[in-house]
């Protein structure tokens, strides 16, 4: 695993990335990627602390592993996306804005960012300034925003929400470039209130059998419903 800053590491799966924190006590995996990798035996590899899993959402390229794991934390609002649809097992740990996960000596900050999907969560590590893991904030990266799942208002909600905080300073997404400044929030913002506004050129595009259009807003591109 790749090395972030100390007792943190993160692991491409492809597309994706997971993420493993370490205290003195246990040690946290962010995510399980989408290949079916051994997340287990790679996290093992590098920690012989206790385990515990945190899903940020119950998108399909961040659950691709987490057979092997008995129970995990997830927001309330993804389990049934993540059982009905994605036919995810395991026992669901609930978690919710501001519940703490203590590492020993790491006290880990859940932050629900909804609008991505219903229950996205990051990980706000206030000890190292930083948010980990989850899709809302990338740089250069692609943002899905189409399907039943996803919703604008409730996406530029939430990043509004996190610019009155003043305990972070980067983010490491689970997509594109591994680290982030918070000074590119207000573009994502920008740029989702111009896409509700009809006023972001779309490009027409087909992946996984599904039709989407594409809006690039500089800092980011948005893949979105189709429009009338």
Not at 65 to 76: D, G, K, W
Not at 101 to 110: Q, S
Not at 133 to 153: A, H, K, N, V, W
């Amino acid at each position: 695993m790749k090395q972030l800053f100390d007792n943190t590491w993160a692991e491409p799966d492809g597309g994706v990335r997971f993420f493993l924190l370490t205290g003195q006590e246990s040690a946290l995996v962010i995510d399980t990627g989408m290949s079916g990798l051994d997340v287990r035996g790679v996290v093992l590899a590098q920690t012989v602390l206790p385990i515990r899993l945190l899903n940020t959402h119950a998108d399909r390229d961040h659950i691709g592993s987490n057979a092997q794991f008995e129970s995990f934390y997830m927001h309330p609002s993804e389990a049934a996306f993540y059982r009905n649809v994605q036919g995810g097992q395991g026992t669901i740990v609930p978690v919710f804005e501001g519940d703490v996960i203590d590492l020993g000596d790491r006290a880990l900050e859940i932050l629900h960012l909804p609008g991505h999907t219903p229950g996205s969560i990051t990980v706000l590590d206030r000890k190292n300034r930083c948010l980990i893991g989850g899709d809302p904030i990338q740089e250069d990266g692609e943002i899905y925003m189409f399907g039943p799942q996803r919703d604008f208002d409730a996406y530029i909600a939430s990043l509004k929400r996190l610019l009155q905080r003043d305990d972070f300073d980067f983010i490491y997404p689970s997509h594109a470039k591994e680290k982030v400044s918070r000074s590119v929030i207000p573009s994502l913002i920008d740029g989702a209130e111009r896409i509700l506004a009809g006023t972001v050129e779309a490009t027409k595009r087909e992946r996984f059998g599904k039709t989407f259009t594409v809006c690039d807003v500089g800092v980011a591109r948005f893949l979105c419903n189709v429009q009338p």
